[in-house]
């Protein structure tokens, strides 16, 4: 079971920095099987939320190839729009004033693509536009993302996002089935409701809790 600690924290107190170790540590000292802790979102650097100024189509290629100018401030938004960074971009899917995650020349992508300026069809590009594939946010890589028209400009898109998380791998044995929802592992961590203990009774049930009344005579 794949339980992201963004999820526990909406049920369970932990405290920031978040320590994806030591939640790990008390859900083990809980009684659960902690296989293997997964950082997701911490490999993506240099992505910002941009905003399209402008959009020129190069009509001298075979497919569609469009020339954008991006701004990441309020500065760049209120000047000459040729001042703002330049790229090449094959999607159709936005227009002026959409906002947009722009990965700027140095930025680096899931799977530690790096993200540089080079010269293609006549234009020097500086970065990208990104689709929610590239992000590993998603699988659609049809069209850019396109984002709210409210994010907020220049911003890290990964923490406007909120996609850096800890990913814990937990295998949940069958006699804590109240274990396999975000609720029941946040109320693990958090140290209450926890089942009463098991233990072998004195009546022919076998395997009871330790509210049983048979449980009250000596063990077999």
């Known amino acids: 079971m794949r339980v992201p600690i963004s999820w526990l924290r909406m049920f369970a107190p932990i405290p920031e920095p978040v320590d ?50 991006v701004a990441v401030s309020e500065a760049e938004l209120a000047g000459a729009p040729d001042s703002a960074a330049g790229v090449i971009c094959g999607a159709t899917n936005f227009a002026p004033g959409d906002r947009i995650a722009y990965a700027r020349p140095g930025a680096v992508l899931p799977g530690g693509f790096e993200i540089g300026a080079r010269k293609t069809y006549g234009h020097v590009s500086e970065g990208m536009i990104c ?33 850096r998380d800890d990913v814990l791998e937990i295998t949940v044995t069958p006699d804590r089935g109240y274990a396999v929802s975000i609720r029941g592992m946040a109320r693990e961590l958090a140290g209450g409701s926890t089942p009463a203990p098991r233990r072998r009774c004195g009546c022919r049930c076998g395997w009871r809790t330790a509210g049983c009344a048979a449980s009250r005579s000596p063990s077999t």
């Open 20 to 69: 994806a170790l030591e939640v790990g540590r008390r859900l083990t000292a809980a009684g659960l099987e902690v296989e293997a802790i997964e950082q997701v979102g911490h490999d993506i650097r240099g992505v910002v939320v941009g905003q399209v100024l402008t959009v020129t189509e190069l009509t001298e290629f075979k497919k569609p190839i469009r020339y954008c100018r």
């Open 131 to 163: 689709s929610a594939k590239e992000l590993a946010i998603g699988e659609d890589h049809t069209g850019i993302l396109v984002l709210p028209p409210d994010a907020p400009l220049g911003a890290d898109f990964v923490a406007y996002a909120n996609l």
